[in-house]
């Protein structure tokens, strides 16, 4: 299994903390530098996992629909930065959206 890089797209504080556990990261302060950023690093062929904070997949929520619904690679997750409302995660809906019939 080939094993690629992981990136982090987000705020700057959420950047540097992966940074320290050698994690690259892209800081993103617009919609229109998370939508360049998110289909650089989907187009570079050596990115396995992006992770991308909810406030910055909350600009481009097209975009990386549209990712993460093509087989292969990157996989995206989206996780909460420090200023996200997290809300319940509905695991049905999902699975649904996941096999095409919701």
């Known amino acids: 299994m080939?094993?690629?890089?992981?990136?982090?797209?987000?705020?700057r504080y959420t950047v540097s903390a992966f940074g320290l556990i050698g994690v690259d990261g892209i800081v993103v302060e617009s919609a229109e530098e998370a939508e360049k950023s998110l289909k650089a690093v989907?187009?570079?062929?050596d990115?396995?996992?992006v992770i991308i904070t909810?406030?910055?997949a909350d600009l481009v929520p097209d975009v990386v629909e549209n990712?993460?619904?093509?087989v292969g690679m990157p996989v995206i997750t989206v996780i909460p930065s420090r200023w996200s409302d997290v809300k319940p995660i509905d695991a049905a809906s999902l699975l649904k959206k996941a096999l095409g019939v919701g």
């Open 67 to 70: 990712i993460s619904m093509r």
């Open 47 to 49: 990115v396995s996992l």
């Open 42 to 45: 989907s187009r570079s062929g």
């Open 54 to 56: 909810k406030d910055v």
């Open 2 to 11: 080939n094993r690629g890089k992981v990136v982090v797209l987000g705020d």
